[in-house]
């Protein structure tokens, strides 16, 4: 992590160099998170986020997470403003875990950095990916373990020649793209992991089913065996900057015919809540 710069932490905004022994714990400790995206220091879908965090909490640890909507936006903007962040889009990180001590939640607001591209697009180029099986402990929820599993299979993924990972679990089904749910076309059918039980429920996924439904297509919610990527007709992921198609899995290349109409659906998505 950057050592210069600001964080927050329950709530309070403070100097990344003064916080060094509660980062350190973070980093140490299993957390459950969210990635937000911001558009002119403002997070896209708050409540979303907030209740998901919430669910996520309170399934792991057994306790209930307070925060209020309305002081999560201020915290967000707070920050954004004294990492003098575009105001464009960029990527905070909120986690929370309890205090070992006093069993409280802690909270943590980080800075991620600028977005290429302002509120949602579909990337201008596509991805090489690469199956790869591993284990994610808990996999209905998004944690600091889970993303570390997923950080260590894209630098392999990397190292061979691609640009991304796609998670296969040992039921040998493909469950996304890293920390990014993803979407398998064929057809008038689209495949994505089922929340909750495969891939962790989250605004991306919720994301990806509106666009998908908006375009008429079908929508089955189960994994799709890693052996069938190679009879989909497109292949995408949804990150919280917007869709990147996959051009290529292994040897196996895609056209991104359809992913390139679902654009026009992006921006209407922006400001809707989903829960």
Partial sequence: MNATGHIVIDGKLLPLDRCAEQIAWLAETN???RTLHTLAHR??????QLELLS??????????????????????????YRANAPAGS???RIAAAPDPATGEPRIFILYEGPLVYSGY???HKSVTARPLTYEVPFPAFKTSAGRLCHT????????????????????GYAVSMGDNP?????????????????????VERLLGIEICTAAHLAITEKALPADSLGEMDE?????????????????????????????????????????
């Fill in 55 to 80: 669910l996520a909490y309170r399934a792991l640890f057994r306790r209930e997470l307070h925060l209020e909507m309305d002081t999560l936006c201020e915290n967000i903007a707070s920050l954004l």
């Fill in 235 to 275: 292949i995408f992921a949804v990150t919280p900057q917007g869709i990147i198609p996959v051009g290529a899995v292994d040897k196996k290349l895609y056209a991104s015919t359809r992913v390139k109409t679902f654009e026009k659906y992006l921006e209407i998505l922006a400001a809707r809540e989903f829960l």
């Fill in 152 to 171: 260590f299979a894209r630098s392999f993924a990397r190292g061979e020649g691609f640009d991304e990972a796609i998670t296969v679990d040992y039921g």
């Fill in 90 to 92: 960029n990527t905070v």
């Fill in 182 to 202: 993803l979407f398998c076309i064929s057809g008038n059918g689209v495949w994505v992991a089922d929340a909750e039980k495969q891939s962790p429920q989250s």
């Fill in 31 to 33: 957390h459950t998170y």
């Fill in 121 to 123: 697009r579909i990337w």
């Fill in 43 to 48: 997070p896209l879908h708050p409540a979303t």
